[in-house]
């Protein structure tokens, strides 16, 4: 049974930092490529960094650069976001996302909702 369950969610001041885990079991978690979206209210979700398989190719949007930071532990099957400075535009529902494009499997997380405000 494929399972991505993220933690490390919470209320934080602005200017606070955070540390998401998305720890899983289920599936051959060094074949694939992982991410973090987020989904504010009334908004679409979005990327928000994606690390591939081995960890060498990191993608950041480009409101969080330079503040968030995106790891994976391929030992442990768990991948992390590190976010620091955080805004009160960063509130959002967290999920994390496993991918294997050329085998065109998907995995979704249930999500973690982090709230940023004072």
């Known amino acids: 049974q494929v399972q991505l369950v993220e933690s490390g969610g919470g209320l934080v001041q602005p200017g606070g930092s955070l540390r998401l885990s998305c720890t899983t079991s289920g599936f051959s978690f060094s074949s694939y490529a992982m991410s973090w979206y987020r989904q504010a209210p009334g908004k679409e979700r979005e990327l928000v960094a994606r690390i591939s398989s081995a960890g060498g190719i990191l993608n950041y949007a480009d409101s969080v650069k330079g503040r968030f930071t995106i790891s994976r532990d391929n030992d442990k099957g768990t991948v992390y976001l590190q976010m620091n400075s955080l805004k009160p535009e960063d509130t959002a529902v967290y999920y994390c996302?496993?991918?294997?494009?050329?085998?065109?499997?998907?995995?979704w997380g249930q999500g973690t909702q982090v709230t940023v405000s004072s």
């Open positions: 996302n496993a991918r294997w494009s050329i085998r065109g499997r998907e995995y």
